[in-house]
């Protein structure tokens, strides 16, 4: 009957290699499309997992550091992002690269890191992560 259907994944963890562990899993349990949002605190990353790609979109928190870690910058449809297909080694490669991210432009306590599965957006609405407001 296939793999239950994700809704929130534990992948709070003492350290990032356990995060990223967690992320896998969570990433692998994805039976259909399913947006999912990184979250530590009010800052976000967003993976669209596709039948045949990932997709993932984080706002410009710190340009420099997500130039350096790989992302793309900015193409008029979001925030910066980073697509591969879907495959199982490209699964591995999200959850390192995503656990990456977190720790660099997120938060510095992957205790403090979390995975939701985001509702259902319709065929026309794109979920972008929000930026914190400015004080």
Do not use: I
Not at 27 to 56: P, Q, S, Y
């Amino acid at each position: 009957m296939g793999a239950p259907a994700l809704r929130v994944a534990d992948v709070t963890a003492p350290d990032w290699a356990e995060a990223a562990a967690r992320l896998h899993e969570a990433l692998r349990r994805c039976a259909r499309d399913t947006d999912l949002e990184l979250a530590a605190g009010d800052r976000r990353l967003h993976l669209m997992v596709r039948r045949a790609t990932v997709r993932g979109v984080c706002p410009a928190y710190d340009e420099r550091r997500l130039a350096e870690l790989g992302w793309q910058a900015p193409d008029g449809r979001g925030g910066w992002w980073y697509q591969t297909r879907r495959a199982p080694e490209e699964l591995r490669w999200w959850s390192g690269f995503a656990a990456r991210t977190a720790a660099a432009v997120l938060t510095d306590d992957p205790a403090g890191f979390s995975c939701a599965v985001l509702p259902p957006t319709g065929p026309r609405v794109r979920p972008e992560p929000t930026m914190p407001r400015r004080r």
